[in-house]
């Protein structure tokens, strides 16, 4: 665990006191105090990294993050209302500096907003309010990133809808997640969390990567839609997806790079030949699918279990920490990436490596994103 008390934190730390006495200790917890008491050992804000000073500052900030921590349809375990907090309080322990990208992304700055309560017991209302507080933090982000941390999955349909709506261009969502989502209402509800990317697939093209636990009746949609791609778990694991289905696998690319939506249906002989990295086609096919500009739900559960148990509904044979990063790397290289969330994480007591590992894929992509 990293010390942000080391002596290069300790300094920064100083100019920051500087202009935050008298009386606005920001860290320190105890508003309105004499200025005397900043120096005590004051635990790290409860906010993402941890961070203080300016760069924790809506205006000093590059970006923004947004705890939504609404749970109102869990099919199976519950606790995605607690995710928000255990992945912000995990956050903290971060190694900042990213020897990856050879740089601190964090200097860029982190905003955390209050978690958003949106209305309880009515559904409705609760995804119309998150619509409209996602056009108004759009509004006023004015070019900054901001990253929505869900609470369940169904939080993901009025912030798609939103950034859709302010597009001029067709959005691609990319989704990374065990399932489609596609169903049109589950336990009676359309606001589901398994209805997240039913209730926007005739706005935006869909890439969705690393299902495995999909109903008859959302692999039936997906076939019979030429804007939604399927990578399936099978696909990631170096199998080719559905053996014997065929399936949907989505648009594909003419000569010119540009998309056709022509089915591809391809066999995995000649798909492999296409991939420049042996056993990583899949890879290839979601960037081939992806339109411009993009943006990214990951719920966590994309993530195979033994890494990421957390979470309501786990599904065997999912994706590695690294698939994950993979993908987002070029996502974040060779596309403009508009807005994206991470949800479905529901903290399980005494089990901390998912916290952590949540709060480090969403540093990580703030990374990719400013690089
Ligand atoms: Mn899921």
Redesign the pocket.
Same mark, same amino acid.
């Given at each position: 665990m990293p010390n942000r008390r080391d002596p290069t934190t300790a300094a920064r730390a100083a100019e920051r006191t500087i202009h935050l006495l008298p009386g606005g200790s920001r860290g320190a917890g105890v508003g309105g105090s004499p200025g005397a008491l900043d120096g005590l050992p004051w635990e790290l804000p409860r906010v993402f990294l941890g961070l203080d000073g300016e760069r924790a500052t809506p205006e000093g900030a590059a970006t923004w993050i947004l705890p939504v921590p609404y749970e109102a349809t869990t099919s199976w375990g519950s606790g995605t209302r607690l995710g928000p907090r255990a992945i912000i309080d995990a956050s903290r322990y971060i190694e900042l500096y990213d020897h990856e990208l050879g740089r601190d992304p964090s200097l860029d700055g982190a905003y955390t907003f209050p978690a958003l309560e949106l209305a309880r017991g009515d559904a409705a209302r609760a995804m119309a309010e998150l619509e409209d507080a996602c056009n108004r933090i759009l509004d006023a982000a004015a070019g900054r990133r901001v990253i929505m941390i869900g609470g369940e @999955?169904s939080v993901s349909a009025p912030a798609i809808l939103a950034h859709a709506n302010r597009s001029p261009e067709r959005l691609t969502v990319l989704q990374f &997640?065990? @399932?489609l &989502?596609l169903r049109e209402s589950l336990d009676g509800s359309p606001f589901s @969390?398994a209805c997240a990317m039913g209730r926007v697939i005739d706005r935006v093209d869909l890439v969705t990567v690393g299902a495995r636990?999909i109903s008859g009746e959302e692999w039936a949609a997906a076939s019979a839609r030429d804007n939604v791609t399927v990578i399936t778990g099978e696909e990631l694991a170096g199998g080719v997806g559905m053996p014997g289905h065929g399936g949907p696998v989505g648009r594909v690319q003419d000569s010119s790079g540009h998309a056709t939506g022509t089915p591809a249906r391809t066999k995995g002989t000649q798909r492999r030949t296409a991939s420049a990295v042996p056993g990583e086609f899949w890879l290839d096919r979601a960037m081939a699918a992806l339109g411009d500009p993009v943006y990214i739900t990951f719920?966590v &559960?994309?993530l195979d279990p033994s890494l990421m148990p957390s #979470?309501g #509904?786990p599904e065997p044979g999912g994706g590695t920490w690294h698939q994950a990063l993979a993908l987002l790397r070029r996502v974040f290289a060779e596309r403009r990436v508009v807005g994206a969330d991470v949800v479905?994480f529901a903290p399980l007591p005494g089990l901390t490596a998912p916290d952590f590992t949540t709060a480090k894929l969403i540093y990580k992509m703030i990374g990719y994103w400013s690089g």
């Open positions: @999955h &997640d065990a @399932h &989502d @969390h636990g719920d &559960d994309f #979470t #509904t479905e």
